[in-house]
């Protein structure tokens, strides 16, 4: 968590650093969630870390993920966190986006062990929730996984259903969903209420042929330029 924390402070410092000099204390808006680790670490640099390195820290707490990648392509905040397949997508329409990582926490996809799910196979017909958005990576991982594995399309063997993190897990404990691909943090809190994962985001890379681990999984993107730079995580 540290790490975590020193990497977030490291990527929000380099964003001030784009602002013009006459500014003593430029302020560096990032959009954020209302949940998860990152929405925390931000109350700790807000709390005048922020204003030793130079810059004023505000956050600009959003609905969803969606909200925050709309808020960063619009101008209302400098930087979010976000998958690197969206940073990677943006850079390939031509637009200024950096990228600048610091967490390699992963996802799984979660089940009822009541249900007796062992394969991706078991869920075909079945509603799955989704965090992060269509072009989450874990949610990308998974499709590529299941067509190699089942040979299965999972987008139109499954009813998915995107949602976000703390909505997806009251969902699947009441058993209105049948498994959630949700984030680790919120995994976590699955697993103390008897959930198991059935397939980790760890295991499939292996099976898509990566046989060493990506240095990143999640990052800070913001858009470079005078007013403004873009740095994007998970990689």
């Given at each position: 968590?540290?790490?975590?924390?020193?990497?977030?402070?490291?990527?929000?410092?380099?964003?001030s650093?784009s602002?013009?000099?006459?500014?003593?204390?430029?302020?560096?808006?990032?959009?954020?969630?209302?949940?998860?680790t990152?929405n925390w670490?931000?109350?700790?640099?807000?709390d005048?870390?922020?204003?030793?390195?130079?810059?004023s820290?505000?956050?600009v707490?959003?609905?969803?993920?969606?909200?925050t990648?709309?808020?960063l392509?619009?101008?209302?905040?400098?930087?979010?966190?976000?998958?690197?397949?969206?940073?990677?997508k943006q850079?390939?329409?031509?637009?200024?986006?950096?990228?600048?990582?610091?967490?390699?926490?992963?996802?799984a996809?979660?089940?009822?062990?009541?249900?007796?799910?062992?394969?991706?196979?078991?869920?075909?017909?079945?509603?799955?929730?989704i965090?992060?958005?269509?072009?989450d990576?874990?949610?990308v991982?998974?499709r590529?996984y299941?067509?190699k594995?089942?040979?299965?399309?999972?987008?139109?063997a499954v009813?998915?259903?995107?949602?976000?993190?703390p909505?997806?897990?009251?969902l699947?404990?009441r058993?209105?969903?049948?498994?959630?691909?949700?984030?680790?943090?919120?995994?976590?809190?699955?697993?103390?209420?008897?959930?198991?994962?059935l397939?980790?985001?760890?295991?499939?890379?292996?099976?898509?042929?990566l046989?060493?681990?990506?240095p990143?999984?999640?990052?800070?993107?913001?858009?470079?330029g005078?007013?403004?730079?873009q740095?994007?995580p998970?990689?």
């Amino acid at each position: 968590m540290a790490r975590l924390y020193t990497f977030v402070l490291a990527a929000l410092s380099l964003i001030s650093l784009s602002f013009t000099h006459a500014e003593a204390a430029p302020e560096v808006r990032v959009g954020t969630l209302q949940f998860g680790t990152v929405n925390w670490e931000l109350g700790v640099i807000g709390d005048g870390i922020d204003q030793k390195h130079g810059f004023s820290l505000k956050p600009v707490v959003l609905a969803d993920k969606d909200a925050t990648s709309v808020a960063l392509l619009s101008g209302d905040v400098d930087a979010i966190v976000t998958d690197w397949i969206w940073v990677a997508k943006q850079r390939s329409l031509g637009r200024d986006f950096t990228f600048v990582p610091f967490s390699r926490s992963v996802g799984a996809l979660m089940v009822d062990p009541a249900k007796g799910y062992k394969t991706l196979g078991d869920l075909k017909g079945k509603s799955l929730g989704i965090a992060g958005g269509a072009t989450d990576k874990s949610w990308v991982l998974l499709r590529a996984y299941a067509q190699k594995t089942e040979a299965m399309d999972i987008t139109k063997a499954v009813d998915a259903q995107f949602a976000a993190p703390p909505m997806l897990n009251e969902l699947v404990l009441r058993g209105k969903l049948d498994g959630v691909l949700n984030f680790w943090n919120f995994n976590a809190r699955l697993k103390e209420k008897g959930m198991v994962p059935l397939i980790t985001i760890g295991e499939i890379l292996p099976a898509l042929g990566l046989k060493t681990s990506p240095p990143c999984w999640a990052g800070c993107s913001a858009r470079n330029g005078r007013r403004r730079i873009q740095i994007s995580p998970r990689a």
